[in-house]
């Protein structure tokens, strides 16, 4: 496990310490490096979201399949397969994108927690332990406002990414316990981690909530042209 994070920490390692030669402030490095990954990794959301949305459009064909061929497991694979090419639609695309952020994440956690274990530069050892805003030191945990801010933020995202996904019934139920479970557990995690770390996914959630912004925008968008064209197919009948 600790070779697979290895490997996507140190390059993340070598980023922040560039960042840092560059801006000389620890906690401005951070949140910049924030904008940095997640603006990398905002197509996937977009992905997804496309994702989810063409799955809603194709539910009702799959619930109806699964009712016709109840009792033919192999007749109702063949014709999933087939409804699937039909309408050009991967079933694993709302999965991916959350499969390939995961790792991501989780390099993150552990670059930000250890920075020494994956930044060679000997420099950063003291860039860890800066001050910043009211933090004495990004090295050691923030008892209450980071933690707060983040969870708070976290919630904020939740309850957004529940409403884009509001028409899923298969995840509605997990979404509605993640949206006041998770919060909590960030800000009770980031009451123990080095507030670069809190700091860091404080941030991170921030900028979660203007990208939900946009993705709703993109679905509203969708759904005005799937509107659209029903009507068009309309006129022509």
């Known amino acids: 496990m600790y070779t697979i994070l290895g490997i996507i920490a140190k390059p993340?390692?070598?980023l922040l310490g560039l960042l840092y030669g560059l801006i000389q402030n620890y906690g401005i490095t951070i949140i910049i490096?924030?904008?940095?990954?997640?603006?990398c990794i905002y197509p996937l959301y977009i992905k997804q979201t496309k994702s989810m949305a063409k799955m809603q459009d194709v539910q009702p064909k799959m619930q109806a399949l699964q009712r016709k061929y109840a009792n033919d497991k192999e007749t109702l694979n063949i014709k999933m397969a087939e409804l699937y090419k039909?309408?050009?639609f991967n079933p694993m695309g709302g999965c991916l994108p959350m499969l390939i952020q995961m790792?991501?994440?989780?390099?993150?956690?552990?670059l930000l927690r250890n920075p020494m274990q994956y930044i060679s530069d000997g420099d950063m050892?003291?860039?860890?332990?800066?001050?910043?805003l009211w933090i004495e030191d990004l090295s050691q945990p923030d008892p209450w406002i980071l933690p707060i801010i983040a969870g708070v933020g976290t919630f904020i995202s939740f309850f957004m990414n529940k409403a884009l996904n509001e028409s899923n019934q298969q995840t509605a139920g997990m979404m509605k316990m993640m949206q006041f479970i998770f919060p909590v557990m960030i800000l009770?995690?980031?009451r123990a981690f080095p507030s670069g770390l809190a700091l860091y996914w404080a941030v991170s959630q921030i900028i979660q909530i203007f990208f939900n912004i946009h993705l709703?925008?993109?679905?509203?968008?969708?759904k005005r042209e799937k509107e659209k064209e029903a009507a068009k197919k309309r006129m022509k009948k």
């Open 12 to 14: 993340m390692g070598w």
């Open 188 to 190: 009770w995690m980031a």
């Open 125 to 132: 050892i003291f860039a860890f332990h800066e001050s910043f």
């Open 86 to 88: 039909e309408e050009k």
């Open 33 to 39: 490096f924030t904008i940095i990954v997640k603006t």
């Open 216 to 222: 709703a925008s993109i679905r509203k968008k969708m």
């Open 103 to 110: 790792p991501i994440i989780m390099g993150l956690f552990a």
